[in-house]
């Protein structure tokens, strides 16, 4: 199965800052079928980038995602005080689908 | 809007099924493109996918739990459910149901992308 590395584990910044997520896959994931994800402990997760760069609906445009092959970053310009909680990537190239154990973005 | 909603028994003893349900409002659980998912989440592995479900019945599972999952769904409820057999302490985990983008053909094996929509989770211990 393709094992997903993120980094760093936590992420201390201030609102306005930029936060840069990485995501390392242990091969290619087919397609850039990268995923990524938001969740705010005991709120449902929120799908954020899919196909490693397209912004889901309704997702504002400070969220970027970027890469290929074996690795890709999660882009969150100008930090908004809503947006601290750990964020997942996931792959969907290759079964079984992986998560990446999640950085912690905090104040 | 799309909501999901997961529901169980809130202690599971060791050895026995952990059984829950996802209630899905705002969209047809047969939509043709819509799959229908378990992923759980665990202090020791994080998120690990379970396994997903068409309306038609196909089911795709995680091969490291495939053998004591079995995933259903009930169309006049609008319902999808998931079954875990002989459980154990290492089954403790908050338990998610999702709507996941996927392609169906029929004859073929479906192609599974992004989770869309999540419900809030549900956390389930496993103790004795």
């Known amino acids: 199965e393709i094992v997903l590395t993120q980094s760093p584990g936590t992420l201390s910044l201030s609102p306005g800052e930029r936060a840069t997520l990485s995501c390392r896959a242990s091969?290619?994931?087919?397609?850039?079928?990268v995923a990524w994800y938001q969740h705010i402990r005991g709120q449902a997760p929120r799908l954020l980038i899919y196909?490693?760069?397209n912004r889901a609906t309704g997702i504002p445009d400070r969220f970027s995602g970027s890469g290929s092959g074996t690795d890709f970053t999660l882009t969150i310009n100008r930090l908004e005080p809503e947006d601290f909680a750990v964020f997942y990537c996931?792959?969907?190239?290759?079964?079984?689908?992986?998560f990446g154990g999640g950085t912690k973005v905090e104040i | 809007q799309l909501q999901l909603q997961e529901s169980g028994p809130g202690l599971v003893r060791p050895s026995e099924t952990l059984s829950l349900t996802c209630t899905v409002s705002g969209a047809s659980i047969s939509d043709v493109q819509s799959f229908w998912g378990w992923i759980r989440q665990t202090p020791g592995k994080g998120l690990e996918w379970i396994g997903t479900?068409?309306?038609?019945?196909?089911?795709n599972y995680n091969p490291s739990l495939e053998s004591r999952v079995t995933i259903s769904v009930d169309l006049s409820k609008n319902q999808f459910s998931l079954k875990l057999i002989s459980v154990t302490a290492a089954d403790t985990a908050v338990y998610f149901c999702?709507?996941?983008?996927?392609?169906?053909?029929?004859?073929?094996?479906?192609?599974?992308?992004?989770?869309?929509?999540w419900g809030q989770g549900t956390l389930v211990p496993v103790s004795s």
């Open positions: 479900i068409h309306y038609t019945g196909l089911t």
């Open positions: 196909g490693a760069s």
């Open positions: 091969q290619n994931v087919t397609v850039d079928y």
């Open positions: 999702a709507r996941q983008e996927g392609a169906y053909k029929e004859g073929y094996p479906a192609v599974l992308f992004s989770f869309v929509y």
């Open positions: 996931q792959q969907y190239g290759d079964s079984p689908l992986t």
